[in-house]
């Protein structure tokens, strides 16, 4: 299932280089992953802030991608769209022969929510 535009919505994208952007996004409280992740009390699912990078590395690539490696991934605080409804995901996407090597940050201003390292291959 693809969240972008259901759990999130990219509000701006900073593209430093073909490998480097930061997408400024927006948590959409009505999605069900919230209602479902904890009713009354809503938190931004692990697996969800994976995906969320990933749709984002493949808008920075342009290519279609399928999550191959977790190498490293660190739940630093919660995210919840009442709190921080809008975040910052720093995506690097290096390019191997058959994919990328993907490392990201979720975060606000203040603080720092979710650190990924990975391996993205396309999707073919």
């Known amino acids: 299932m693809l969240l972008k535009d259901k759990f999130f919505r990219v509000e701006g994208t900073d593209v430093q280089d073909a490998a480097h952007a930061v997408f400024h996004v927006t948590l959409l409280a009505d999605c069900d992953c919230y209602r479902g992740h904890?009713?009354?009390?809503?938190?931004?699912?692990?697996?969800?802030?994976?995906?969320?990078?990933?749709?984002?590395?493949?808008?920075?690539?342009?290519?279609?991608?399928?999550?191959?490696?977790?190498?490293?991934?660190?739940?630093?605080?919660?995210?919840?769209?009442?709190?921080?409804?809008?975040?910052?995901?720093?995506?690097?996407?290096?390019?191997?022969?058959?994919?990328y090597t993907v490392t990201a940050l979720i975060a606000d201003s203040g603080k720092s929510y979710m650190e990924f390292k990975g391996t993205l291959i396309l999707n073919q």
Request: one cysteine or more; charged letters at 20%.
């Open 38 to 99: 904890f009713p009354g009390k809503p938190v931004s699912p692990g697996v969800c802030n994976i995906e969320m990078i990933k749709e984002c590395a493949e808008l920075l690539t342009g290519k279609d991608l399928l999550l191959a490696a977790v190498k490293q991934c660190r739940l630093t605080a919660v995210a919840t769209p009442a709190v921080c409804p809008q975040l910052d995901v720093t995506v690097t996407a290096e390019g191997t022969g058959d994919g």
